[in-house]
């Protein structure tokens, strides 16, 4: 979303300012900063001036964020917050602003006790609704796509393609593959931030950015597999997971797949039309991540493997991967201990937390 937004809100003549932790050339109207905006002196040394809005994407910890907020809300017009629709909890209609939140009806004593994704994004919306000003805006995109992130449930391509390109079986969540979901294309998203940044009619208002069109998760292997099949001649295996949390639990995202993946997610985004009063052209699914995906196989960009569980993977199908492909001793000891002894690699994981 964000390397989508920082062009457009430059072409409508914004200047623009963005914190890196690396070095970056800038041009006349986008100029980045270099610093660590995790770091607090370098987040109060930054805002000393006044903006006219700040758009957020950092992640914090509840903790954090009540440091921070006077802060924000203090140093610009519009604090423009990035939450998650991962804070709705499951709902028979489309979802609107206003549907349920996990934190709120969720009756799991055990997950409530977690600092987990979904539960601290809903506290932080609750400290911001709470500071007594209405200089903010809420935006809860839901899953988006680009050209480097390519989902599948709750594996990135890091998990799925990777295994496609190396002629190994996809493994894939068969409670997971029977969901209906809504993946929205990056850029998208973006074009309605830009209505909502600068806009009056956003302050105070909390609204989720989504695509109008949903799709099982199948369909949205179908459409991986069929791309893949047209650009290297080989249509990839796929061994589907009667039990969806076997795998979580080794990724460690076993409430991701519980209390968000498991769910028909279908929005009703009705609010964000009204609010930008435009008419939003969002990419089809289908479109979207073909196009994505036939750039990425043409401009091959893969990031960290995830060995332990690519091991667990292998486990499942009876694969092994080439040493060659893993570097580093330690990723190729994780490797094949979730490969050959994975309740082993879970033990010593829980010991270590403790």
């Known amino acids: 979303m964000g390397m989508a937004l920082v062009p457009l809100l430059a072409d409508r003549g914004d200047e623009v300012f963005i914190t890196s932790r690396k ?28 903006y006219d809005a700040v758009v957020d994407f950092m992640v914090y910890q509840t903790m954090e964020f009540a440091q921070r907020l006077e802060m924000f809300l203090s140093s610009t017009d519009q604090y423009v917050f990035i939450s998650s629709a991962r804070v709705y909890a499951e709902s028979r209609e489309p979802i609107r602003e206003d549907s349920p939140r996990l934190l709120d009806v969720c009756r799991d ?37 680009n050209v480097n992130r390519l989902q599948l449930g709750v594996l990135e391509k890091e998990n799925w393609l990777y295994r496609a390109l190396h002629e190994r079986t996809i493994v894939f969540q068969q409670g997971i593959a029977d ?18 940044i600068g806009n009056p009619s956003a302050l105070g208002e909390t609204v989720h950015i989504t695509s109008p069109d949903s799709m099982k998760w199948d369909d949205v292997l179908s459409v991986y597999l069929n791309v893949l099949e047209e650009k290297t001649g080989r249509r990839p295996e796929v061994h589907y997971l009667s039990d969806p949390q076997k795998l979580s639990t080794v990724m460690g995202n076993v409430y991701q797949v519980k209390y968000d993946r498991m769910s028909d997610r279908i929005f009703d985004n009705r609010k964000a039309a009204a609010l930008i009063n435009e008419e939003i052209g969002y990419t089809r699914p289908e479109d979207g991540l073909r196009a994505c995906l036939e750039g990425l196989l043409d401009h091959m ?9 690519q091991g667990y993977m292998d486990r499942i199908t009876g694969e092994m991967a080439a040493m060659e492909e893993i570097s580093g001793s330690r990723e190729r000891m994780r490797y094949l201990l979730y490969r050959f002894a994975p309740g082993i690699a879970l033990a010593m994981r829980r010991i270590r937390r403790r």
């Open 109 to 145: 004593g055990e997950y409530l006790a977690q600092e987990e994704y979904a539960l601290y994004k809903a506290k932080e919306e609750d400290m911001i609704r709470n500071a007594g000003s209405q200089n903010w805006t809420i935006i809860r995109p839901y899953i988006t796509y």
């Open 23 to 50: 070095k970056r050339e800038g041009t006349d109207s986008v100029h980045y900063i270099q610093g660590d905006a995790h770091q607090m002196e370098f987040l109060m040394q930054l805002l000393k001036t006044r």
């Open 179 to 196: 969901r209906m979901t809504t993946l929205t294309y990056g850029r998208d998203v973006a074009k309605v931030m830009v209505h909502l």
């Open 301 to 309: 960009e893969m990031g960290r493997i995830d060995w332990a569980s």
